[in-house]
């Protein structure tokens, strides 16, 4: 595979390699190791090798029937890696494609001798070099050996030593932990107190922390660096943080390549990088971290990730190198001349990408949906996703990111005022997601660049762009649209506003009416004066040599096309967006499912989608891929560029779903149910009437414009009622209310309630069991589905609840209602393609929650499980090709898949661990199972649940609950376990023959008689009595500081297992009576579950 | 054709400068086949012609202008977004600052997409803008430079004209023929006019003959930082009766064959065995003087990111590179081998001797701007010097 070198490459090539995934998405990582993993699979399968995969992540086109020729639907730990190993016997294993989870699980295989005892040599960066980088003190020592620059610190391994530290380097300083993910357990600490607490919390999950010189207002450079074995090296490119140092580089804006930098900067330290890694003997990829003195020339290196990471994943999209590939052929031994370019197909890999364009990456948060949690950004991670933008301007690009976030801003400045002057300052003190839209306010507001630069360190360049954004919507304001100059509207749009920005800006007699119209105004407009977007071709090489590439932006920077449209007309697929919480790798699963089967059919494919985190956004997935905003204004700007000749927006989630009503009534083909029809579903008024035609039921709701009334519907109806206000003032979006007073408590306090924000009050059914639907129809008929149901009971958000499929404890009875009601509603809705239902069954009578015409998060565990690709069947339908439907039922099925949750309460600090109507979890695994158990137990081992030992600490709720777990408590007794209880607890089952070890739970001392000696839970937890906590609230919608609360949060804390509700706590309990010996929890490929 | 020894900048008493007009004032680059791009003007307010090139490096335009091998040529730089960290503050006292690679602008004008008037950088004392107008350089701002690029690549270099609107010479640069620094010996215009020592302060330095057909700066920057002093003498200067350790042929603009001169002592010092260096346009006149032949490349090697790869192994740098022609190596004289090879197109980098010190490369390891990586060849001729 050379190009130009002649001599022919003899590498000693591996037979078979083992490859860990990173398992469920979550905070500090998330869908970034399915892009690389993917990568990896598709290198490896090139030269002939077979692949093993573990990663019970099934929503991952990684763990797709085509890509790896083994599938282990396990967790990423030593135990179920070793029975792997045992089995499939691979000769190599790469371990920098997962994440910091399957880098820790290879470097415990090293250090228990499993490597050597199998025979299997770790491809790539050896061990010893990740293990340098990962002890940040011998890092530290290494970085002095060779006269590199490195913050003043100490490696301490108790509060003593990191108290000493402090003194000796002087507070303020920065407290970070070894071995860790996303920064967890890293902080600024100003004082002894902070330093004590942080420390403590660290040091309880990690054996070392460091203590270091903390770098204020110094700039963050990054740097992702690729070394061949022959020590052949190159910078992929350079990325600057826009946030000063002290944030996280995964929580800070950060452009690509970086823009305040001179050729003496930018060079200096992409010497010491390359110096650095060439030091180190990293073979792959790695990623150095620098901080930039801002007015000196001095620099340290923070951290070296000697593997792929999130920032490779956005260096490797915002270049178009293929990074993850390159890696992997690196590792097999060939040098960065043997492996050729394949953007260009022309020119080698051993290049650095000359970029002719901008790239932004913002972080997307979701703590609105936490209680209690934290909002300012620090040293940790606490995003959930990341949008990236292109452009040939800084502000088109940022003004795009903007947007992408799907948070409800036009762009970087909005129409109205946000925030008041008094708090501003806080604003741009205190890090949070809304700080660059602070800038955008205080520049209005008359402050200076100077004095938002001294409170915020961000360089000034970067607020002056803010300002040309600022000052263009200020321009725009005095002119109505008839009135507004072709020069001014071409320069809004070279700034990066969008067409719905800049109707929100001009001048206007009535205030703007909702919806699309206004913003299609200025299309027009625009359109007749001829100003419109280009496409360009990100290639590599800044146009240097001429590049057949398919990956493509647009922009109003620019006055030529680089690429026409082609025949045949292509069909365009919409993608999902940013991660966030309910939108996930999933819909990457469906959108890339959607493209593959749309080409397997024979047609051309056109990809829009912004996440860098995504296989959706690889080179190679489509035809076409435009690396752009899923807005109407843009997806319209493609479709015309395009001539296509259909669009799919059923296979992204609700992003691309919203634009179907507008899209078609623009006359774009939507393929698939009719956009009349989708509104008939997506509309609450209509769809209510249709299955009240339908003779369905469904809860009973009304959409209310004031408190009182909706009080007295909720008195009518009886509490508990779910409360979903149109628009939130803070907190969550939903919220159940059981009494009038926690009704007017969340109304009054979070929401808006009034004619132009409604408030939809629905009847909160409790205790009933919640069962979803997944299915294909077409024209009405359904072809295929799958029913699966909830271990929790409903009340969970259903992207929280533990799902089971094939449906293991439902009456016949319920499931033949289901399957009528879902073939009724395809057939009143017309369906074409494919659809979710949400039930909720109650002794077999069943009500209708929720209805989307689109694919559902569950979509690739469905799929799977039953090995028939659910899109496949639902673009096929879309296409109008005769579908017949599988052949295989899931009653035949004698195993079972488990879907639960992955929640990383752990990261977003001070929010309350519980489970409620909002969702929370960020992330799924699935496993196989020949029973319920056995599924269950692995799923939860996959995502950090351990087999208790130590203790089990239970407080079970009210009584209803405390009724409920008597089976289990009697079956943990048996275990030979510890069992500790709070207070009631231990009363209730002491009076039912249960002996438990009592608790004290914090603030209620007054359940003691004076002088009792019974320990503290917390206590019970910080000494390492306790490896799970079952905790089962009272009432799951409380916000006030409550001593459950506090056990959660320890729990949560100290990375213990913790299970809130209580019919995942009897399947727990169940599954551990059940499985005493972790060896019948079987390591069966999937191939083998069948 | 313009007077090829008229000095563009020297002197420059009428020039007014765009950014002190309070209006916007229009450019049009105007490209001899007829394509024309439209822009905004910023810098000097005066027309200008010359042969229109690109660079694709993201960092360095401070380097880039002032590299004397752009010399003639209007300067197209692809990274879209130009003047963000302005230019330092220069310092009379210092002719081989860092951060400049000569006296002064050395190209013709400068095109870029997007100019920021603001800039941040602690090193910096005024803008992009304010730097080409005291230089007495025109700026064109809003050209879709991809769109350009992409049409300069296929036809190598094409000449062309910046035109501003209000520019007092705009009608006498419409009505002369485009300035061609490839029809003179544009190394005559750029080379210093005697020879200067650059001392690097140590006793008993070796000292390196830099013969200047336009050098780089950093050439004697590289040096100095190895402990070596360099006798900086002019193209046409007799390096071989100068007393010194080694001889380095610095790179430059134009076509090398216009530089018969320096191509001939070239040859009397290869009779010698005096260690011998070139780069660039250095790389071409050693290669001619030994027998090589050079050819104009499909595509020109024009930016920071350039792989080359040493001949027989597989070691590969990344190198800065700006240059359109180059040495065809397939062909090599009696005593000479290829050494470095471009691992994109498989054109030649460089060739060395078989057995005197004698090599070259039509990279620049001096970097600045771009990668640093090849450094290490100053390295190699200060041992062969000690």
């Known amino acids: 595979m050379n190009l130009h070198t002649h001599d022919k490459v003899e590498i000693d090539k591996p037979s078979k390699v083992l490859i860990l995934g990173s398992g469920a998405l979550k905070i500090g990582e998330a869908g970034e190791f399915d892009y690389s993993g993917s990568q990896a699979i598709k290198a490896l399968r090139e030269e002939g090798i077979r692949t093993v995969l573990v990663n019970p992540n099934i929503a991952t086109i990684q763990t797709s029937e085509d890509l790896a020729d083994e599938v282990y639907f396990l967790p990423v730990n030593p135990h179920f890696v070793e029975r792997v190993i045992e089995r499939e016997r691979p000769d190599g294993l790469l371990l920098s494609f997962g994440g910091q989870t399957a880098l820790n699980c290879g470097v415990e295989l090293d250090e228990l001798g499993i490597l050597e005892k199998y025979n299997v040599r770790v491809l790539g960066t050896p061990l010893d070099t990740i293990r340098t980088t990962e002890d940040r003190h011998l890092f530290a020592e290494v970085l002095r050996s060779i006269n590199m620059d490195t913050p003043r610190s100490r490696a301490c391994e108790d509060l003593e030593s990191a108290l000493e530290a402090a003194e000796e380097i002087s507070f303020p300083v920065m407290v970070r932990s070894a071995f860790s993910l996303g920064g967890k357990g890293s902080g600024i600490a100003r004082n002894d107190k902070e330093l004590t607490e942080m420390a403590s919390n660290a040091l309880a999950t990690v054996p070392q922390i460091l203590v270091e010189e903390y770098l204020e207002g110094w700039k963050e450079v990054e740097y992702e660096v690729v070394r061949d074995a022959m020590n052949n090296c190159i910078t992929v490119c350079n990325m600057e943080n826009i946030d000063a140092l002290g944030i996280h580089t995964g929580e800070s804006i950060v452009v690509a390549p970086s823009q305040t930098l001179s050729d003496h900067d930018y060079h200096r330290l992409r010497s010491v990088s390359i110096r650095l890694i060439q030091h180190l003997g990293v073979v792959g990829e790695c990623n150095v971290q620098f901080a930039l003195h801002p007015h000196k020339d001095e620099y340290r290196i923070i951290e070296v990730n000697a593997r792929l990471s999130r920032s490779s994943a956005l260096a490797s999209k915002a270049t178009g190198y293929p990074l993850a590939f390159v890696a992997a052929k690196l590792a097999l031994g060939y040098s960065l001349i043997d492996v050729p370019n394949s953007i260009t197909q022309v020119t080698a890999s051993c290049f650095e990408p000359a970029l002719d364009y901008c790239v932004i990456k913002m972080p ?48 970087l400045v909005s129409a109205r005022d946000h925030f008041e002057e008094e708090n501003l300052e806080e604003l741009l003190v205190v890090p949070t997601e809304e700080r660059i839209f602070a800038i955008g306010e205080a520049l209005r507001k008359g402050w200076s660049v100077d004095r938002i630069h001294q409170l915020t360190h961000i360089t000034p360049w970067f607020i002056e762009r803010v300002g040309e954004v600022v000052r263009c919507q200020q321009e725009i304001r005095k002119f109505d649209l008839a009135s507004l100059s072709e020069e001014l509207l071409r320069r809004a749009k070279e700034l990066g506003f969008s067409d719905n920005q800049i109707s929100r800006a001009v001048r206007r007699e009535t205030p703007i009416e909702p919806g699309y119209a206004a913003s299609l105004e200025v299309r027009d407009r625009r359109e007749e004066l001829g100003i419109r977007p280009v496409v360009k071709q990100i290639d590599t090489l800044a146009a240097e040599y001429p590049a057949q590439t398919n990956f493509l932006y647009m922009t109003y920077n620019g006055s030529e096309d680089d690429v026409v449209a082609k025949d045949p007309a292509p069909y365009v697929v919409l993608g999902g967006g940013a991660y966030r919480i309910g939108s996930s790798v999933e819909f990457d699963w469906c959108a890339v499912n959607a493209v593959q089967a749309l080409s397997r059919s024979g047609h051309r494919t056109v990809m829009i989608n912004y996440n860098p985190e995504t296989v959706s956004t690889d080179y190679d997935s489509c035809d076409r891929l435009y690396f752009e905003e899923l807005t109407l204004e843009r997806v319209l700007d493609i479709f015309e560029r395009e001539n296509s000749q259909g669009v799919v927006i059923s296979v992204g989630g609700q992003i691309p779903n919203q634009l179907a009503v507008p899209l078609g009534n623009r006359g774009v083909k939507v393929l698939g149910t009719k956009v009349e029809d989708i509104d008939r579903a997506e509309n609450r008024e209509k769809f209510s009437s249709l299955l009240d035609d339908l003779g369905i039921d469904q809860p009973e709701w009304r959409e209310l414009t004031s408190v009182d009334d909706a009080r007295s519907f909720a008195e009518n109806c009886g509490y508990p009622v779910l409360i979903r206000p149109s628009y939130v003032l803070s907190g969550a979006a939903m919220s159940v209310a059981h ?16 004619r132009e924000h409604p408030v939809v009050v629905s009847k909160f059914i409790a205790g009933a069991k919640e069962i979803e639907w997944d299915g294909v129809a077409q024209d009405g008929k359904v072809i295929c589905y799958a029913i699966s149901e909830h271990v929790e009971n409903a009340g969970v958000h259903s992207g929280d609840a533990t799902m089971v499929f094939p449906s293991q404890r439902l009456y016949l009875e319920t499931s033949r209602r289901i399957k009528k009601i879902s073939r009724l509603i395809a057939e009143a809705l017309n369906i074409t393609g494919p659809y979710n239902i949400q039930f909720i069954a109650r002794d077999n009578h069943i009500k209708v929650i929720e209805c989307n015409l689109r694919a559902s998060r569950s979509f690739p565990f469905v799929s799977k499980i039953l090995k028939e690709n659910f899109i496949d069947y639902a673009i096929r339908s879309m296409l109008g090709e005769k579908v017949d439907p599988p052949a295989k039922s899931a009653f035949e099925f004698d195993f079972v898949g488990v879907k639960a949750p992955q929640f990383s309460f752990s990261r977003l600090k001070g929010a309350d661990p519980l489970l409620g109507v909002e969702m929370a979890s960020t992330g799924e695994v699935a496993c196989l199972g020949d029973q319920v ?45 510890p069992v500790y209880a709070t207070k009631g607890t231990h009363d209730f089952l002491k009076e039912n023959d249960i002996e438990t070890r009592v608790l004290k739970m914090p603030m209620r001392d007054e359940e003691f008689e004076a002088g009792s000696d019974a320990m503290d839970a917390i206590e019970a937890i910080e000494k390492g009595l306790i490896d799970l906590v079952i905790n089962i609230p009272r009432s799951l919608e409380r916000n006030d500081l409550t001593s459950g609360y506090l056990v959660r949060r320890k729990t949560v804390d100290y990375g213990i297992g913790l299970l809130t509700n209580i019919q995942a706590a009897n399947l727990f309990v169940d599954a551990l009576w059940k499985i005493r010996d972790t060896d019948e929890l079987l390591v069966k490929p999937w191939r083998e579950y069948c | 054709m313009g007077d090829p020894t008229l000095n563009h900048h020297d002197t420059h008493p009428a020039v007014r400068d765009v ?10 680059l105007e490209l001899e086949d007829g394509v024309r791009f439209e822009g905004k003007a910023f810098g000097a307010l005066k027309s200008i012609s010359g042969e229109v090139v690109f660079a694709t490096g993201l960092v360095g335009y401070p380097e880039s202008l002032t590299d004397p091998s752009y010399r003639g040529q209007l300067l197209t730089l692809t990274y879209p977004l130009a003047g963000n960290y302005g230019v330092p503050e220069r310092d009379p006292n210092n002719p081989i600052q860092d951060g400049f690679e000569s006296s002064r602008i050395q190209a013709q004008a400068l095109i870029v997409q997007r100019l920021s008037q603001d800039y941040s950088h602690w090193k910096s004392s005024q803008s992009l803008s304010d730097w080409l107008a005291s230089e007495g350089v025109p700026g064109i701002e809003g050209v879709d430079v991809r769109a350009l690029t992409r049409h300069l690549r296929q036809f190598g270099t094409i000449k062309g004209r910046l035109l501003l609107e209000g520019s007092d010479n705009r009608e006498q640069v419409l009505s002369e023929p485009c300035h061609d620094p490839g029809s003179y010996n544009v190394v005559a215009e750029v080379s210093c006019s005697e020879p200067i020592l650059h001392s690097c302060g140590k006793d008993g330095a070796p000292r390196v003959v830099l013969v200047d057909c336009g050098a780089k700066t950093s050439i004697i920057r590289c040096l100095h930082a190895r402990g070596a002093d360099v006798l900086q003498v002019p193209w046409n200067h007799d390096f071989v009766a100068e007393k010194a350790d080694a001889v380095l042929l610095s790179n430059g603009p134009g076509d090398p064959k216009m530089t018969g001169d320096t191509i001939e002592m070239v040859r009397r010092a290869l009779a010698e065995d005096r260690p011998l260096m070139g780069i660039c346009l250095g790389n071409q006149l050693l290669s001619l003087a030994a027998g090589f032949d050079t050819y104009k490349l499909d595509f020109g090697h024009r930016g920071q990111n350039q792989p080359c790869y040493e001949v027989g192994s597989r070691r590969c740098y990344v190198t800065s590179q700006n240059h359109g022609y180059a040495v ?5 004289p009696a005593g000479w081998q290829e050494w470095y090879r471009n691992a994109n197109d498989g054109s030649n980098e460089g060739v060395r001797h078989s057995s005197k010190p004698f090599f070259s490369v039509q990279f620049h390891p001096e970097a600045n701007p771009g990668p640093r990586d090849a450094e290490g060849l100053f390295d190699l001729l200060l041992e062969f010097a000690r």
């Not at chain 1, 009494?739 to 808006?752: G, N, P, Q, T, V």
């Not at chain 2, 065809?328 to 090599?332: F, L």
Request: proline letters at 1%; one cysteine or more.
């Open chain 1, 739 to 754: 009494s009038d007073a926690e009704m007017e408590s969340y109304l009054k306090a979070a929401a808006d309630v009034s």
């Open chain 2, 19 to 28: 950014a002190s007009d309070s209006r916007s004032v229009k450019a049009i």
């Open chain 1, 933 to 977: 158990e056995e599924a269950y137990l692995k799923a939860l081992l996959s995502v950090g649940f351990s087999i208790p030992e130590k203790g089990i600490l239970l407080t079970t709720g009210k009584i209803e609950d405390k009724v409920d777990f008597l089976e289990s408590a009697r079956k943990l007794q048996q275990l030979d376990i």
């Open chain 1, 364 to 411: 997307r948060w979701d703590l609105k949906k936490f209680r209690r949690v934290s909002t300012s950004l620090g040293s940790e991670m606490k995003s959930v996703g990341e949008v990236m933008a292109i452009g040939r301007g800084f502000e088109e690009a940022m003004q795009k990111a903007c947007r992408m976030l799907g948070v409800g801003a036009h762009g």
């Open chain 2, 328 to 332: 065809d190596g397939e062909k090599a």
